[in-house]
């Protein structure tokens, strides 16, 4: 059994503009269809990005470009977007589609905004790290949790009047 498999050649051939790292403990492809899947510890690193499932599925396009990124099973990351906000989290599935810049997070997302500390917990939560928008739902009657970090106006600075 392969106990830890870097897949860096056929990776970084995608088309990222960084190093994409995979290592797990189990790995099978199939290049005409271009699936690669990643079983046991799996943890993916780009750049500051950082995301650890049991399970992570990579589907490229004809020209080996990433177009969608599925992990599943007891999620985590960390992630840097392109407005520099930094976000870490959880969730039990999670899929990026690096064409439309989108992150999608199911069942138990514990989410996590660590500039501001904005919280955000639900059963789906979708984030697009280029226009900054943002939603969630939740199912089974359990309601979306958000928590805010607000400030004081009593701390505020106060210009000095003249």
Same mark, same amino acid.
């Given at each position: 059994?392969?106990?830890?498999?870097?897949?860096?050649?056929?990776?970084?051939?995608?088309?990222?503009?960084?190093?994409?790292?995979?290592?797990? $403990?189990?790995?099978?492809?199939?290049?005409?269809?271009?699936?690669?899947?990643?079983?046991?510890?799996?943890?993916?690193?780009?750049?500051?990005?950082?995301?650890?499932?049991?399970?992570?599925?990579?589907?490229? $396009?004809?020209?080996?470009?990433?177009?969608?990124?599925?992990?599943?099973?007891?999620?985590?990351?960390?992630?840097?977007?392109?407005?520099?906000?930094?976000?870490?989290?959880?969730?039990?599935?999670?899929?990026?589609?690096?064409?439309?810049?989108?992150?999608?997070?199911?069942?138990?997302?514990?989410?996590?905004?660590?500039? $501001?500390?904005?919280?955000?917990?639900?059963?789906?939560?979708?984030?697009?790290?280029?226009?900054?928008?943002?939603?969630?739902?939740?199912?089974?009657?359990?309601?979306?949790?958000?928590?805010?970090?607000?400030?004081?106006?009593?701390?505020?600075?106060?210009?000095?009047?003249?």
């Amino acid at each position: 059994m392969i106990k830890k498999l870097l897949l860096l050649p056929l990776l970084m051939s995608m088309g990222w503009g960084e190093e994409l790292k995979v290592v797990s $403990d189990n790995f099978k492809g199939d290049q005409q269809k271009g699936i690669s899947v990643f079983t046991g510890k799996v943890k993916v690193t780009k750049g500051l990005d950082e995301l650890n499932a049991s399970k992570v599925t990579i589907y490229t $396009d004809s020209d080996k470009k990433p177009m969608k990124y599925v992990a599943e099973g007891d999620v985590s990351f960390y992630i840097v977007t392109e407005l520099n906000e930094k976000y870490r989290g959880k969730s039990q599935t999670a899929i990026y589609l690096p064409n439309a810049n989108e992150y999608q997070f199911f069942q138990k997302v514990d989410l996590i905004r660590l500039d $501001d500390y904005r919280r955000v917990k639900g059963d789906k939560v979708i984030v697009n790290t280029v226009a900054g928008n943002a939603s969630a739902e939740s199912t089974n009657q359990e309601p979306v949790i958000m928590t805010f970090t607000l400030q004081d106006k009593k701390n505020k600075d106060k210009s000095p009047s003249k």
